[in-house]
């Protein structure tokens, strides 16, 4: 396991982190918004994608983004991930100020470092 006090950016190792868990938990691979998905599969998928990736609404040019509910990017708790696509995830973003949550969280980043 890597030492995690030396990571410098937490938004791209939490997004890493989050699609792994999203994958790792069978979660369909589509926007739980809008129900779309890719027409190709992610670069990082793994070998059993398929099962994962509804054949319905392929029709998006650019692959679904793991959106932390609670803006908390080291909780990765797969209750508080969802898939999203660009549009919903955006709009799922201004329903709140930047960098606040839509779910009640506990925990805070200064508690992880």
């Known amino acids: 396991m890597k030492d995690e006090s ?3 950016d937490w938004r791209s190792t939490g997004r890493r982190k989050a699609r792994k868990e999203l994958y790792n938990n069978y979660v369909p691979f589509k926007c739980v918004d809008c129900g779309r998905t890719s027409k190709f599969p992610p670069m990082d998928a793994p070998k059993w994608f398929d099962e994962i990736w509804p054949e319905e609404n392929r029709v ?18 797969v209750n508080e991930l969802a898939w999203r696509c660009a549009g919903c995830h955006k ?12 779910k009640e969280t506990t925990n805070s980043l200064d508690d992880f470092l």
């Open 91 to 102: 709009l799922s973003d201004n329903k709140t100020g930047k960098g606040e949550s839509t």
């Open 6 to 8: 030396r990571i410098l």
């Open 60 to 77: 998006l040019d650019y692959s679904l983004q793991a959106d932390h509910e609670t803006k908390d990017v080291t909780n990765n708790d």
